[in-house]
């Protein structure tokens, strides 16, 4: 574990990884990847033939004033943006005994998703730990880490491609035989791609440069020839 991850952090990212394996078996499993250029990160991602999934974590030892930045920062590469937050971080609400999660004094609470700084719901939040809550398990919604079925044909976000290193996005353009040379900067082989290839082609090769990489923390690199065109 490295120095400057908490044994709380950890903890939940154990989780979420084991998670992402099994909703996502053929996924590889990234830590700690800049989203941005700029230096935004995602805390884990799981980067399939044709999809990425971005997920950020918030132990019981963060704030979530930084989330609704690094939120956006996901959803602008990622098909699908998660955060795995303490279960601190829940707001208790008076309600009735169907959707209860407890009874206190005669009065019966259940326990919701923040709104603030950021709305979060089912569909983009994960609670740890993963637990039955509710006293009727099916109203208990928060008992259960999903993710929509992957849906194919549907391309990655045009800012995906800042994700990739100089020599990744000249690879690419070497694939979409497009012309690159020692000279070509980013931005003019981003704005090639972008103009010249189609979503399809942009996300399977997207995603192929990120299984290939060589990462400090992540699963070993995945290399499949000719999947990027």
Not at 48 to 58: D, M, P, R, T
Not at 124 to 130: E, G, I, K, P, T
Not at 217 to 226: H, N
């Amino acid at each position: 574990m490295p120095a400057y991850r908490s044994p709380a952090e950890a903890e939940i990212r154990e989780a979420v990884v084991a998670r992402l394996r099994e909703i996502r078996p053929q996924s590889r499993i990234i830590h700690e990847i800049n989203v941005k250029q700029s230096g935004c990160r995602a805390d884990v991602i799981a980067v399939g033939l044709e999809e990425i999934v971005a997920v950020e974590i918030k132990s019981e030892r963060d704030k979530l004033d930084r989330l609704p930045d690094q939120m956006a920062a996901m959803k602008s590469v990622a098909h699908h943006c998660l955060v795995a937050l303490h279960e601190k971080f829940l707001v208790e609400q008076e309600t009735n005994v169907h959707a209860a999660h407890y009874e206190r004094d005669g009065t019966y609470y259940l326990k919701i998703l923040p709104t603030d700084p950021v709305r979060l719901n089912h569909g983009n939040a994960w609670v740890y730990s993963l637990r039955a809550r509710a006293l009727r398990p099916n109203y208990d919604y928060l008992g259960s880490w999903d993710l929509p079925v992957q849906h194919h044909m549907v391309a990655l976000p045009c800012a995906a491609l800042d994700m990739l290193w100089r020599a990744e996005l000249a690879t690419l353009c070497v694939a979409q035989r497009l012309s690159t040379g020692r000279r070509s900067t980013r931005s003019s082989m981003m704005q090639d791609l972008r103009w010249m290839c189609s979503g399809k082609e942009l996300t399977r090769g997207i995603c192929a440069a990120l299984r290939a990489r060589e990462c400090i923390e992540g699963d070993p690199p995945i290399r499949e020839e000719g999947r990027a065109a």
